[in-house]
Each structure stands twice: as C-alpha cells, then as structure tokens.
C-alpha cells in the first residue's frame, strides 16, 4: 500500500470536500428561500430529502463497502457529489434543487461508511481514535470553509458556490482514481456473513443503545443546524456573510478541540463518557441560544454548541469501530443510516415549528438531546464488560 500518511490525507480531502458542498448550503439558504418565494417548511423538506436518500441507500452501501470494496465506493460517490453540486448550482425550480439534495444523499450514503472502514483498515486499535479524529475535523473544517465560501461567493452569485463544490468533488475523484489502492483487510468477507450483517443486527446489545443515540442526537442537531441560518436571518437580520462568519468561526475551535484534546479525551473518560458529557453542554447551549440577543453572545453559545457536537460524532464513531471487528463496512452504513433518519425528521419538524415560531425549532432540538443524554446512562461498554468478567 501507499504511504499511509499519503492514504490518509488523501481520504480527509475526499471528506472535506464532501462537506464543504454540504456547508455551502447554509447561508445561502435564507437567500434562496427568497427567490423561489418558500416557507420554512419547504426548506426543511430538502434538507431531510438529502437525508432520505443517505437513509434509503445507507444500509445497502455499507454492505457493498465490504463486498465490493472500499475504494470504488468512494470514487462513484465523489462523482456522485460534484454532479448534484453542479445541478444546484443550475437548478432555477424546488423540483431541481430537490432532485439534487437526492443525489447528494446518495453520495454521502456511499462516501461516508467507505472512508471509515478504509480507515479502519490502515490503522490499529491505538491509532484508530486520532485518525477517525482527524476524520471528524476534516469534516467539521468542511462545513468551516463551506459557509465561508458559501457567504463570500454568495456575494457575486447566489448559485456561485456550488460551481465551485462542483469542480473540487471531480478534482478528489480524480485524485483517488490515482492515489488509493484498495486496502488489505486482516479478515475475509464471507458472503453469509454480508448477508447476517442486516437489520437484525441493529438489536446486538452491543450497538443498539449507540444507534440510538445516533439517532436521537442527529435528530435534535438537525433541527438545530438546519433552520440556525433562517432564524438568525429572520430574528436579528443577519447576512449571508453574517451566519457564515458566525458558522466558520465556531467551527474552527471544534476542528482545533478535535485536533487537540479528542484523542487524549477518550483515552482519559472514554467514549461513552465523551459523548454524555458532550451532549449535555450542547443541549444546555442550544436551549440558551434562544434568549441571547447580542453578536458576540450568539457566536459563543454558537461556538460551544460546535464543539460539543464535534467531539460527540468521533467519539461515536470511535466507540463503534472498536466493537466492529469484520462488520465495519456494516457499523458505517448503520451509522449514516441511523444519522440520515434524524436528518430527516428533524429538519421536517423544526421547519413546521419555525414556520409558527422563531424558537420552536430549539426547545424542540432541546428536548429530544434531553432524551439522548438519558440514553448515556443506560449504556455500558461490552468491551468494559469483557474486562470486568
């Protein structure tokens, strides 16, 4: 194989770039929403269109990742995703701009669980939590630069941005056509196996509670993500280069925290306890932002909200890779499956309530975070039970 750090790189920038598309959505939504004259509700349907797409896909992709490998997955995914950035950026009608948040799902459906058993293949159990950290701040330095890119360009064309994520999703697909060669694995396959790994599995004691919590998690951090732009826009008048700013600036302490403290974090409280405390600061913040009304108090609780989530995701991801053994591609697809149907109800949600009040969409993401943190409690390592028995 390539130098591993050449093979990792390589496999962030994929990452980043996918991410960045995504992030370019974000500020200019308020502006889109103005031109084709539509609700919030409206805007929370194509949202959770991308995420119906990963959900329907998921699951089968995450089983193709370990039959048919992990580098085609990620090629036709990258193709997948500058063709759907592209008719974005065409798109003059909701119907267009839906079909392409579809194929943007489906490009996620086939990028994300094949990047993260390709990392669990070059890597060890040791070096796997940095590496799936530097993983989760490439996609978080993604949704910095998306924004950004997204609120500047914006400025000379609202449909500029996503030209450019265009151009650099079929750069990363030509460059892993050219620099990944397909890892080897330390196990083989089995087709009854493959065939074994499907929803039954989702009720293994050893993942159910951490789909869960996926599930509950992405469920309240969508309704969050999804409509911050459109309440900030519409509650304190915020421009696109405002929310991007905003977006960029807390982003970049998450991807600094990820890069920093993530790896030294599991290995001090663990993954579990990672993600309990995590998603208790995020809740408490997401509630706070609703009663803040200065810039630079919304850019902190903003901020702090990012960097809960941030090291929430990894330490998810971590935590399931570790238990996976021979079912990573399995454990990725489930993950984007699990995360996909909270982006899909939450952003369909939290627009209907946006659409009768500002703040609904927040005490909703409020509550359902309460019920993950509750999740937490209950959940309980079998690793930490294999060495207890």
Known sequence: MKSYKLVLSTLLINLFIAFLGIGLVIPVTPTIMNELNISGTVVGYMVSAFALAQLIVSPISGRWVDRFGRKPMIIIGLFIFSFSEFLFGIGKTVEVLFVSRVLGGVSAAFIMPAVTAFIADITTTSTRPKALGYMSAAISTGFIIGPGIGGFLAEIGTRLPFFFAAGFGLLAAILSLIILKEPERSYKVEEQIIQATGFRRILSPMYFIAFMVILISSFGLASFESLFALFVDHKFGFTAKDIAIVISLGAIVGV????????????????????????????????????????????????????????????????????????????????????????????????????????????????????????????????ESTIKA
């Open 256 to 383: 600094i925290v990820q890069v920093g403290l993530f790896d030294r974090l599991t290995q001090w409280i663990g993954e579990i306890a990672l993600i309990r405390y995590s998603l208790i600061v995020s809740t408490a913040l997401v509630l706070v932002l609703t009663y803040v009304t200065g810039y630079w108090s919304i850019l902190v609780v903003t901020m702090t909200v990012f960097v809960g989530f941030d090291l929430m995701r990894p330490a998810v991801t971590t935590y399931l890779s570790k238990i996976a053994g021979d079912e990573q591609g399995f454990v990725g697809g489930m993950n984007s499956m699990f995360t996909s149907i909270g982006n899909i109800i939450g952003p369909i949600i939290g627009g209907i309530l946006f659409d009768i009040d500002l703040n609904y969409p927040f005490y909703f993401a409020t509550v359902v975070l309460a019920i993950g943190i509750a999740l937490t409690f209950a959940w309980k390592s079998p690793l």
